[in-house]
C-alpha cells in the first residue's frame, strides 16, 4: 500500500466520544469510524487488522477440526420461541417483521440455528462427534453501548458447537476448543486469564471465559496470590469460615435513627463500623419476593441469589413494593417480624448483637441475633472481597483485576438437544439426546484489549501477528530520484517475500510520516533518507525509542530474520 494513492487520514486531536483508550486511538487512526451508537465501520487499515485477527482464528479453528459453515442473520422468531430463551433476550434483540407480518430478529446468537444444522448429520451414534463454526456479525440492543469496540450493537463472534454422543466424548470436545482458544491469544499475543464464569442466558454444565487483562473492562477478575485461582466475580465462592465470637448476647432494643436511612449515616450517628451492621436487601426474584441479608461492609451477589433461587431474573424490588412489604420508607428494612422469605448470607450466622433496620421509619434495632427472626435459606450470597482466602488452595488471598471478556467456551450438556429434538440412534438403536459444546471469541474484543494493552502517549503498538503492515517505509523526500527508487524498489522486495509492507511516499514533513505511522502502530519502520547516499537506512521497532543505521543490502535480510524471531 502506497499512502499517495490510498484512502488514508488520521486525526490529531482525541476522539470526544470515545471513553476507552482503544476506542480513541482506533478512531484517531482512521481504522474505525462510528457511525451511530455502537455502531462502527471498518475502514481500509482497520479492516486488514480485522482480517488478520479472523485469520488467526480461523486457521487455528481448522487445526482443532471444526469446519466452517455461514449462518443466516435474519432469524425467524420462533426457534429462539421454542428453545424459551426470547423471553430471556427480552428488548435486547432487534425484531422486524416482513410484509406479510411474519416476525424475524436480527440473530443475536446462533444456538438454535447451529443446533438445526446438526440435526441433517445427527441421525445414528456412527455421525458423532463433529464440530462446526462460523465468523459473523450478531445484533444486540444495548442499553448502552461503551468502551468503543468492546460494547457494541453490531458486532462480529466466532462462534463453534460440538456435537457429541455424551459427556465424556463432550469432554475431548471441549478440550480440543479450549486448547485452540489458548494457542490463539498466545499467537495474537493478548496477556489474558482463564476463569469460571456463570452460565447466564446460555446455561448448561460450565462457563469458562478467557478474559484479557487490562486498566478498563467491564468485568472484575478474581485471582489468587498463591495458587492458579482464576474467577469470575459473578461465581467466584466466599469461603465459609467459622468466626469465635465470645461476646455475650444482650437484649434486642429498638433505636429511634432519624433520617438515618443508609449504612455510611448509620456509621456516623451511632460511632459503629459497618461490619456491625446487616443490610436488609428487598429482592424480587421471578414473581416473588425476598429478604436478603448481608454484612453492612459486604455487597450481596445477584448472580449467586439467582442461582440459588432458580429463577430467571432477579432485581432490587421498586420503592413502593419494599415500602409496602416493610411499612417503612425506602432504608429501614430488617428481617425482624417480616412476612416474606429471608435468605441469609453464611457471614451472619457468627455474629451477635447486630443492627438492622426495624421495618418502621427512623427506627432501626441494636443487639439483634439470630433468634430474633426467622431465616429460610442460609447460603453464599456475597461478592469476594479483595483480601479473602482462597477457595481453592485456602491458603493464599485473592486480588481483583479488570478484564474483557474475549473469549468463552460453554458445556451445554443436552439443554438445547432437549428443547429443539436433536437427537441420535446409539447403538441398541435407541434415541438419546445430543451433548452440546458452545465456544464463541469477540473479534471486536479482541481487537480493543490488544490496543488497551499496547499503546503509548504516541498510538497503538501492534504486535507483528495482527499489524495492518508489519513494516512501513518512510521515504523522507520523494522528489530525491535515488531516495524514491530505493524506497519503491525495497517495498516491492518486501512484499514479494510476502511481507506486508506500507510504503509512506507522501509530500509531507517527515515529523507528521513519524506521527502518522507511531499512531498506526507499524511493528518495524524503515527511513531511506539522506544516508541512502552511504549505503544506510534507518531501522526502528515501534516499541523501542532507538533506532538502527543498517546497511541498505543487509535490510531484507535483516528484516525477514526479525520477523521470523518474533511472529509470536
Given amino acids: 500500500m502506497k499512502l499517495s494513492e490510498s484512502y488514508f487520514y488520521t486525526l490529531r486531536e482525541d476522539v470526544k466520544d470515545e471513553e476507552s483508550v482503544s476506542g480513541n486511538l482506533l478512531v484517531k487512526s482512521g481504522m474505525f469510524k462510528k457511525v451511530g451508537n455502537g455502531i462502527y465501520m471498518k475502514l481500509p487499515l482497520g479492516n486488514k487488522v480485522w482480517e488478520n485477527v479472523k485469520a488467526i482464528v480461523r486457521r487455528n479453528m481448522n487445526e482443532a477440526g471444526a469446519q466452517e459453515v455461514t449462518m443466516p442473520m435474519l432469524l425467524p422468531i420462533e426457534a429462539f420461541q421454542k428453545s424459551g430463551r426470547y423471553e430471556l433476550f427480552g428488548p435486547s434483540i432487534f425484531q422486524l417483521n416482513d410484509r406479510y407480518n ?14 438445526i444444522a446438526a440435526m441433517m448429520k445427527a441421525k445414528s451414534y456412527k455421525d458423532l462427534p463433529y464440530t462446526l463454526y462460523q465468523i459473523g456479525n450478531k445484533y444486540r440492543d444495548e442499553v448502552r453501548p461503551r468502551l468503543g469496540l468492546i460494547r457494541t450493537r ?68 478474581v485471582l489468587c496470590d498463591e495458587c492458579d485461582y482464576a474467577s469470575n466475580i459473578e461465581v467466584s465462592e466466599c469461603l465459609d469460615i467459622e468466626k469465635s465470637n465470645n461476646e455475650e448476647k444482650k437484649k434486642i432494643e ?39 441479608l448481608v454484612k453492612g461492609d459486604k455487597e450481596l451477589n445477584e448472580v449467586k441469589l439467582q442461582k440459588l433461587l432458580n429463577v430467571t431474573e432477579v432485581a432490587l424490588a421498586e420503592a413502593e413494593d419494599v415500602m409496602r412489604i416493610t411499612h417503612a420508607n425506602v432504608g429501614f428494612a430488617g428481617p425482624v417480624g417480616l412476612d416474606i422469605p429471608v435468605i441469609m448470607d453464611n457471614e451472619i450466622k457468627y455474629m451477635k448483637n447486630f443492627v438492622v433496620g426495624a421495618n418502621e421509619t427512623d427506627y432501626h434495632y441494636k443487639n439483634v441475633n439470630l433468634e430474633d427472626f426467622k431465616v429460610e435459606t442460609i447460603a453464599d450470597i456475597r461478592n469476594v472481597q479483595e483480601g479473602d482466602t482462597c477457595p481453592k488452595c485456602k491458603k493464599g488471598h485473592l486480588n481483583f483485576k479488570k478484564g474483557i471478556e474475549i473469549g468463552n467456551t ?28 458452545c465456544y464463541g471469541i469477540g473479534i471486536g474484543r479482541v481487537l480493543a484489549s490488544i490496543v488497551e494493552q499496547n499503546n503509548d502517549e504516541k498510538g497503538i503498538i501492534f504486535p507483528i501477528a495482527i499489524a495492518p503492515f508489519k513494516v512501513a517505509i518512510a521515504l523522507m523526500n520523494p522528489k530525491d530520484e535515488v531516495a524514491s527508487l530505493t524506497a519503491n524498489k525495497l517495498y516491492d522486495e518486501l512484499n ?33 533518507g539522506k544516508k541512502i547516499n552511504e549505503g544506510l537506512v534507518e531501522f526502528k521497532l515501534r516499541c523501542e525509542s532507538e533506532s538502527l543505521d543498517i546497511k541498505l543490502d543487509e535490510i531484507v535480510n535483516y528484516v525477514k530474520e526479525y520477523i521470523d524471531a518474533n511472529k509470536w
Fill in 154 to 221: 453490531e458486532f462480529t463472534m466466532k462462534d463453534a458447537y460440538s456435537f457429541d454422543t455424551d459427556l465424556e466424548s463432550c469432554d475431548k470436545s471441549y478440550k480440543k476448543q479450549f486448547d485452540a482458544y489458548n494457542k490463539i491469544f498466545k499467537e495474537i499475543g493478548i496477556n489474558y486469564a482463564v476463569v469460571r464464569a456463570d452460565t447466564g442466558v446460555m446455561g448448561g454444565l460450565l462457563s469458562e471465559e478467557f478474559q484479557a487483562v487490562t486498566d478498563v473492562g467491564e468485568d472484575i477478575l
Fill in 254 to 292: 429498638k433505636i429511634h435513627t432519624p433520617n438515618v436511612g443508609t449504612i455510611k449515616d448509620l456509621e456516623n450517628y451511632l460511632g459503629e463500623t459497618a461490619d456491625n451492621f446487616v443490610k436488609t436487601l428487598i429482592y424480587k426474584a421471578d414473581d416473588k419476593f425476598y429478604a436478603c
Fill in 410 to 437: 460453554f458445556k451445554l450438556g443436552t439443554k438445547y438437544a432437549k428443547s429443539l429434538g436433536l437427537t441420535y440412534l446409539d447403538e441398541f438403536n435407541k434415541p438419546q439426546y445430543v451433548t452440546m459444546g
Fill in 496 to 528: 514479494n517475500l510476502g511481507i506486508d509492507t506500507l510504503l509512506d511516499d507522501r509530500d509531507e514533513r517527515a515529523g507528521v510520516k513519524f506521527n502518522d505511522l507511531d499512531l498506526i502502530g507499524i511493528p518495524i519502520r524503515i527511513t531511506v
Fill in 102 to 115: 411474519r416476525p424475524y430478529v436480527l440473530g443475536p446468537t446462533h444456538e438454535e440455528f447451529f443446533t
